[in-house]
Antibody, heavy 125, light 111 residues
């Protein structure tokens, strides 16, 4: 059974870079037909997609965060990562990683079928 | 402000049916049959309930169904049960520039 687990610092200082890793177990991050993504949820608010990566390294980013976001993949470790630079208090949220089903011959996102448990990141000095 | 519009709340009594709407544009909901719905209980990760407008993952009760008309998608929960009380989020593929967009979420209360 595929499982995802987020890891990384729970506290980040303003203006610094938030770094998180998602470890995939029970399956291969190189499986065809899936992107791997990051989604966040500020306290008491809704879900926001941040960015996604394919095993080949191809990425998509939320246009509103694109200038600060990097999502990368390490197939040798079965992991993918998120870096969000120049953070502010507005970046305080629960960060989830998820597997995104895509169409075989295209890259349309069909739905997110496996989620990590989430990790809370607070931006504060 | 979320890309997709959902009502902030919905409610129904046990056994009843409730429908939650999700309105987008021709660039997302209306342009693709890739609408998905997620259930989130407090303190938990979201769970996929519906994908590709009306498909249910294995293990999701058939009380949950999805549909779409134009730029609006809907999630219907029939035979409401106490455990259905949760937040529900819709999402849609939105093309190569935006990839994925979410709705603001709907809190479903079982009276």
């Amino acid at each position: 059974q595929l499982q995802l687990q987020e890891s990384g610092p729970g506290l980040v200082k303003p203006s610094e870079t938030l770094s998180l890793t998602c470890t995939v177990s029970g399956g291969s991050i190189g499986s065809i037909g899936y992107y791997w993504g990051w989604i966040r949820q500020p306290p008491g608010k809704g879900l926001e997609w941040i960015g996604s990566v394919y095993y080949s390294g191809s990425t998509y980013y939320n246009p509103s965060l694109k200038s600060r976001v990097t999502v990368s993949v390490d197939t040798s470790k079965n992991q993918f990562s998120l870096k969000l630079s120049s953070v502010t208090a507005a970046d305080t949220a629960v960060y989830y990683c998820a597997r995104i089903m895509i169409t075989i011959f295209g890259t349309e996102a069909r739905g997110m079928d496996v989620w990590g448990q989430g990790t809370t990141v607070t931006v504060s000095s | 402000q979320s890309a997709l519009t959902q009502p902030p709340s919905a409610s129904g009594s046990p056994g009843q049916s409730v429908t939650i709407s999700c309105t987008g544009t021709s660039s997302d909901v209306g342009g693709y049959n890739y609408v998905s719905w997620y259930q989130q209980h407090p303190g938990k990760a979201p769970k996929l309930m519906i994908y590709e407008v009306n498909k249910r993952p294995s293990g999701v009760p058939d009380r949950f169904s999805g549909s779409k008309s134009g730029n609006t998608a809907s999630l219907t929960v029939s035979g409401l049960q106490a455990e259905d009380e949760a937040d529900y989020y819709c999402s849609s593929y939105a093309g190569s520039n935006n990839f994925v967009v979410f709705g603001g979420g709907t809190k479903l209360t079982v009276l």
